[in-house]
């Protein structure tokens, strides 16, 4: 089964409109993390926003949040006044504990490729 | 400060050939991490140092992959007898404990191709 799915390949969004990439995660354990990270067509990952199993309140970061539903095991990244320096491939991953006890491995999906226009 | 850095940025090797792919930490950073992005795809786990040691390098897909890190901060990915399976872009990535809520920084990624 996939860790982490992201059933968005692509998304449109406007300029200036809020825009929800979705991410739903498989895991057994009660302590765990979701990470999300933007890669521009440069090439390089960019740590966006994190939230950890445990945390009562919804992550923020800026123009970033973290809706988190852990019942739904689902952590949608949620971008607000969408520009258009957003556009580029946006990962969700997650760290959990491995079966030696240690939590330090990020599984990543395939990405949603978000296009932002004028 | 200083990110974390790999080189080459591209390398162009012929099947058969032998290539070494290195990267340089965030300095103080002590986890590092290997991963493999193909195509279309999310990096995918190969190998974690915490320090000099190895502690997991269940994602080498077999054994003509070996990475190392003698003094626990630059750490070299060594590929023998490439493949053109191998062609992807290899990441690099540093984090400051490598656990719970500390992220990992990523390199630029060296481009492989395999001719």
């Known amino acids: 089964a996939q860790k982490i799915t992201q059933t968005q390949p692509g998304m449109f969004v406007q300029e200036k409109e809020a825009v929800t990439l979705d991410c739903t995660y498989d895991t057994s354990d009660q302590s765990y993390g979701l990470f999300w990270y933007k890669q521009p067509s440069s090439g390089e990952m960019i740590f966006l926003i994190y939230q950890g199993s445990y945390d009562e309140q919804n992550a923020t970061e800026g123009r970033y949040s973290l809706n988190f539903q852990k019942a739904r095991k689902s952590a949608n990244l949620v971008i607000s006044a969408s520009q258009l320096g957003d556009s580029a491939m946006y990962f969700c991953?997650?760290?959990?504990?491995?079966?030696?006890?240690?939590?330090?491995?990020?599984?990543f999906g395939k990405g949603t490729l978000l296009t932002v226009n004028p | 400060g200083a990110g974390v850095s790999q080189t080459p940025s591209n390398k162009v090797t012929e099947k058969g050939k032998y290539v070494e792919l290195r990267c340089d930490p965030i300095?103080?950073?002590?986890?590092l991490y290997w991963y493999r992005q193909s195509l279309g795809q999310g990096p995918e786990f190969l190998i974690y140092?915490?320090?000099?040691?190895?502690?997991?390098d269940s994602g080498l897909p077999n054994d003509r992959f070996f990475a190392v890190r003698p003094e626990g901060s630059v750490s070299t990915l060594k590929i023998q007898r490439t493949e053109r399976g191998d062609s992807a872009v290899y990441l690099c990535?540093?984090?400051?404990?490598?656990?719970?809520?500390?992220?990992?920084?990523f390199g630029n990624g060296t481009r492989l191709t395999v001719t």
């Open positions: 991953a997650m760290r959990e504990a491995n079966s030696g006890g240690s939590n330090y491995k990020l599984t």
């Open positions: 300095s103080g950073h002590t986890a």
């Open positions: 990535a540093s984090s400051l404990r490598g656990q719970g809520g500390s992220p990992l920084h």
């Open positions: 140092f915490q320090g000099t040691g190895a502690a997991d």
